[in-house]
């Protein structure tokens, strides 16, 4: 029996897990110049003079390399949260929880030591990190998968508001905040310091969870995982946003020369996105035909989305997700590019986003223990939804002022929806399945986030020279003088991004908009499944 304390124990513990690995979902985006160049140096014609065919090569690789370490981290993390979730209900959350931990910590230090302790001349400095970021990934998924749950499992239902919205914030808002910290390290220091700073806090978190965290759960007697299920959702989820990453990286070729270099290493890409999307719809079939007929324990659990309250919650949530995945990606190149700001500039700038999730999620958890979830998640919505409209009508001549209070205002939107949104989800669930319920949510939300990640790579790699974007990532501007910044023959080379901007902001409006049906729909309180 676990003691009244443990649940601030849980509380705290998972806080910091959720928080580290979301954290290094986004520290990349902003870190990716330094990291663009590390790799550049330590691949094979990186050195050769600027207008080589070589130094072209050299270029085109690394930037790949650093592309499949930012979205493959995505990708890992979305294939995995559900088959994690299913073994954390059958095995115990707790256990599945802290090797998360240690893995997630360990993977942090291999990336940060890229290169160094494996020699470069073994294995590049760029295939170190991916492998190294995957590690991560694997980690991080089992962080995700049950957070959730192990919070449902020691708090009571009149205090789960507070405690998962508390998680939600740190989930959500590391995000943002990976932002700013890239921005700042990045700027004072080497960018393998935005890795090791996990180390010390992971060591910290593992040895804390393994003392102090209690499987509490019920678990279910005489059951057993759906290995082929497991491999089948995988599979379908993996090559869906393969398919996804692959379209996005073919098609930054369309605006190069077409005998260029850029365009033979990135083009092929388009093929392999094809051969993707064919299999996709195979392999979701088969897993739905194994789950409904072929296996006695199901690894996902149909039956959830018959009730009302989680599917309004899941459905909200990825639409919401497919709205906001964009923002960060899309806000760095317009401070860093646009604006002329350096990383630690830009990092500065998404501070109040990051504030309006941390100072507003808690508050809506506790106030939806006492109201009730559908007032809160719809004006979360509403809220998002002008937040991001207005950044679909931002003026390229946008002041800094103008651009923070809209990411304020998407900030507290994203804390009103995000805590009860995801404590109604969990309060729906029993409590033998929470494992699943969590990892369904997060799986179908990381989805919704890569593929809004997509639409804003398709429509920049189709209207800005490949050129321009990867010279943006080698050589980030260092807060440039505004008599440049606002200079015609600046702000010329960047109209074509920001009619993308506008473009792709316009899409996540409509899929925020959708979200309101969802969150209108959804029941005010929960009537099951308080113990």
Known sequence: MASKNYKWVALSNTTIGVLMASIDTSIVIISLPYILKSVLAHTPG???????????????????????????????????????????????????????FGIFTVGSLLTGLSAIIVPNSIITEGIQIIIFRLLQAIGAAMLWSNSAAILTDAFPSNQRGLALGTNMVAGVGGGILGLVLGGIITSVTSWRYIFFINVPIGIFGTIWAYMKLKDISQRPVHESVDILGGVLLSGSIAVLLLGATFYTMGFMASSAEKAGLFYSVFHPYIFYSELSFIAFPFLLALFIVNELYWTKYPLMKFSLFRRRMFISGVTASSLVAI?????????????????????????????????????????????????????????????????????????????????????????????????????SIMGSVEPEVRGVGAATNSTLMNI????????????????????????????????????????????????????????????????????????????????????
Request: no cysteine; charged share 10%.
């Open 323 to 423: 709205g906001r995945g964009g923002i960060m990606f899309l806000l760095v190149f317009y401070l860093e590019g646009v604006k002329g700001l350096s990383a630690f500039h830009a990092g500065l700038d998404l501070i109040p986003m990051s504030l309006g999730f941390l100072l507003v999620g808690p508050i809506s958890g506790i106030l939806s223990d006492r109201i009730g979830y559908r007032t809160l998640t719809l004006a979360g919505v509403l809220l998002s939804v002008v937040a991001i409209f207005l950044l679909s009508m931002l003026p390229q001549e946008a002041n800094e002022l103008l651009v923070t209070g809209i990411l304020a205002l998407a900030g507290v939107g994203g804390g009103l929806f995000g805590s009860p949104n995801i404590a």
């Open 448 to 531: 919704a986030s890569m593929l809004a990640l997509t639409i804003a790579f398709v429509f920049i790699g189709t209207t800005v020279s490949i050129s321009s974007f990867i010279t943006l990532f080698i050589g980030t501007t260092k807060d440039l003088p505004g008599t440049l910044v606002n200079s015609v023959a600046y702000q010329s080379q960047w109209i074509s991004f920001m009619n993308a901007f506008h473009h792709v902001f316009l899409l996540f409006t409509i899929a925020v908009v959708i979200a309101i049906i969802p969150s209108l729909l959804r029941p005010k309180h929960l009537t099951s499944f308080h113990p």
């Open 46 to 100: 990186g050195s050769a003079p600027l207008n080589s065919a070589a130094y072209s090569i050299a270029t085109a690789n690394s930037f790949s390399y650093v592309m499949w370490a930012l979205l493959g981290y995505m990708l890992v993390t979305a294939t995995l949260l559900l088959l994690f979730g299913r073994l954390a209900d059958l095995k115990g959350r707790v256990k599945i929880y802290n090797l998360g």
